[in-house]
Nanobody, 121 residues
Framework: QVQLVESGGGLVQPGGSLRLSCAASGFTFSNYWMYWVRQAPGKGLEWVSTVDTGGDTTFYADSVKGRFTISRDNAKNMLYLQMNSRRSEDTAVYYC??????????????WGQGTQVTVSS
């Protein structure tokens, strides 16, 4: 049974840093591309970042490029999102997700429950 559990959210001041974590289980984590997606209050889902199976290839939305870093630890079945230089528009629920197919950038399939991040002074 696939499980993705996000953690690390909270309240952070503008300009501050935060690292989100996602613990994966129930599937062969190292075989799957992984994603971070967010949903701001009253808005739709927004793709944030993608990482390949080995952590070597990454992609970012323009809105977070240069500020956020996605990474993974396949030995620990963990996905991370380091968020620096936070802005108020980064306030959202952040979800991690795995690809629909192994070894393929197919797009988010199974989602975690999300972790709330609020940027406010």
């Amino acid at each position: 049974q696939v499980q993705l559990v996000e953690s690390g959210g909270g309240l952070v001041q503008p300009g501050g840093s935060l690292r989100l974590s996602c613990a994966a289980s129930g599937f062969t984590f190292s075989n799957y591309w992984m994603y971070w997606v967010r949903q701001a209050p009253g808005k739709g889902l927004e793709w944030v970042s993608t990482v390949d199976t080995g952590g070597d290839t990454t992609f970012y939305a323009d809105s977070v490029k240069g500020r956020f870093t996605i990474s993974r630890d396949n030995a620990k079945n963990m996905l991370y999102l380091q968020m620096n230089s936070r802005r108020s528009e980064d306030t959202a629920v952040y979800y991690c997700a795995n690809s629909a197919l192994p070894r393929t950038n197919w797009g988010p399939d199974y989602w975690g429950q999300g972790t709330q991040v609020t940027v406010s002074s």
